[in-house]
């Protein structure tokens, strides 16, 4: 009974070759949210959906794009990713933002070659 | 800037003693606040959270503590169990917003 999924759960890519990766939800959450944690670091919002309406971090490089194409699923581009970006990123849903507690998949990690 | 900090990156303790994990936050807007627990391989799932208005919140084994005027929470466990062994980090947010930000992670390490 998973309730925020991601693929793949280990992502290599090229230097500069676009990746796309993706989170799925069956909490029917209206917001979700893309994180990405580097080694030792806390984890750093990207970006957030509140339904349909895209919230951009100001510090989020262009790099970095996000599709929500309906409400359970939502994907995270990278259009040419350095090898800054490696990371594992993490997805998670609320219900309504705020306090509402957030739900998070266990994450891809993104190794860039 | 680190708005959220965990200054211990591990801490270790013994099966039935208390652990105490410690954040400090640097944004006097934050009100609301909240305790995730990961395991490896899985995502952060949440522990316990604590409004502004309190300086209190149990909840069985788990209490998180927060003191505003030192800008300060901690989160008790007791007795602590081989099974909470874990990374536990500490977020904040301002109630009206939709941010959380989050510390660097203490790592528990339960010795049974």
């Known amino acids: 009974d998973a309730m925020v999924i991601q693929n793949p759960r280990y992502q290599v890519t090229q230097f500069g070759k676009p990746v796309t990766l993706s989170c799925s939800q069956t909490?029917?959450?209206?917001?979700m949210y893309w994180y990405q944690q580097k080694s030792s670091q806390a984890p750093k919002l990207l970006f957030h959906y509140y339904d349909k309406d895209f919230n951009n971090e100001a510090d989020t490089p262009d790099n970095f794009q996000s599709r929500r194409p309906n409400t359970s699923f939502c994907f995270l581009d990278i259009r040419s990713p350095g090898l800054g970006d490696a990371a594992m990123y993490l997805c998670?849903?609320?219900?309504?933002?705020?306090?509402?507690?957030?739900?998070f998949g266990p994450g891809t990690r993104l190794t860039v070659l | 800037d680190q708005q959220v900090k965990q200054n211990s990156p591990s801490l270790s303790v013994q099966e039935g003693r208390i652990s105490i994990l410690n954040c400090d936050y640097t944004n006097s807007m934050f009100d609301y606040f909240l305790w995730y627990k990961k395991y490896p391989a899985e995502g952060p799932t949440f522990l316990i959270s604590i409004s502004s208005i309190k300086d209190k919140n149990e909840d069985g084994r788990f209490t998180v503590f927060l003191n505003k005027s030192a800008k300060h929470l901690s989160l008790h466990i007791v007795p602590s169990q081989p099974g909470d062994s874990a990374v536990y980090f500490c977020a904040a947010s301002v109630i009206t917003g939709n941010q959380f930000y989050f510390g660097t992670g203490t790592s528990l390490t339960v010795i049974p």
């Open positions: 998670a849903t609320s219900s309504s933002g705020s306090t509402d507690t957030q739900y």
């Open positions: 909490l029917n959450h209206n917001v």
